[in-house]
T-cell receptor, first 117, second 114 residues
């Protein structure tokens, strides 16, 4: 079945560091990828929709200069948390839709646990 | 606009007992509805989905859900709980014309007791 790979699975870094998270669709092409954030014991909140070859669409309240999204190919989207601070610590999850399959659900990566010290 | 309400943030069931997780939605257009399961420190795995057609949908691991338009509900059930069913469960809605954006419920933590 479809697989979405997310890397790294865990990051621990100092405040002020920029962190890049990769989301890859391994066996399908994904024109659209989604980035979510999940706080402990809470639901997933959509941060942005990543479109291949164009600018990402951010949800209300999400700082686009803080969370840089690049979707340069049909199989890779990246999320960069710039100048990360402790309040950015969270579980980040990406998902992708199969370009060739209409009305099919998103496939999720296994998430990235980001801890800012 | 769309939204999802999951009744009960925690559910405790005995092994072998019925699992019932409640989900109600609101949507301005015909919805697509999903149930996902999340194990600790992992992403989400699709259990089942409703898009069109038969309102009773069967998913993986013995789960099923019924779409009831009149009640705007999509409750998830499993006849007999197994210890491996202990996880977080999320109901989600996507408007059929919104290119797949999902709105998630708050989640229900399921605990299975021996």
């Amino acid at each position: 079945g479809a697989v979405v790979s997310q890397h790294p699975s865990r990051v621990i870094c100092k405040s002020g560091t920029s962190v890049k998270i990769e989301c890859r669709s391994l066996d399908f092409q994904a024109t659209t990828m989604f980035w979510y954030r999940q706080f402990p014991k809470q639901s997933l909140m959509l941060m942005a929709t990543s479109n291949e070859g164009s600018k990402a669409t951010y949800e209300q309240g999400v700082e686009k200069d803080k969370f840089l999204i690049n979707h340069a190919s049909l199989t890779l989207s990246t999320l960069t948390v710039t100048s990360a601070h402790p309040e950015d610590s969270s579980f980040y999850i990406c998902s992708a839709r199969d370009f060739g399959q209409t009305n099919q659900p998103q496939h999720f990566g296994d998430g990235t646990r980001l801890s800012i010290l | 606009a769309q939204s999802v309400t999951q009744l009960g943030s925690h559910v405790s069931v005995s092994e072998g007992a019925l699992v019932l997780l409640r989900c109600n939605y609101s949507s301005s257009v015909p919805p697509y509805l999903f149930w996902y399961v999340q194990y600790p420190n992992q992403g989400l795995q699709l259990l089942l989905k409703y898009t069109t057609g038969a309102t009773l949908v069967k998913g993986i691991n013995g789960f099923e859900a019924e779409f009831k338009k009149s009640e705007t509900s999509f409750h998830l059930t499993k006849p007999s709980a197994h210890m491996s069913d202990a996880a977080e469960y999320f109901c989600a809605v996507s408007e059929s014309d919104s290119w797949g954006k999902l709105q998630f419920g708050a989640g229900t933590q399921v605990v299975v007791t021996p």
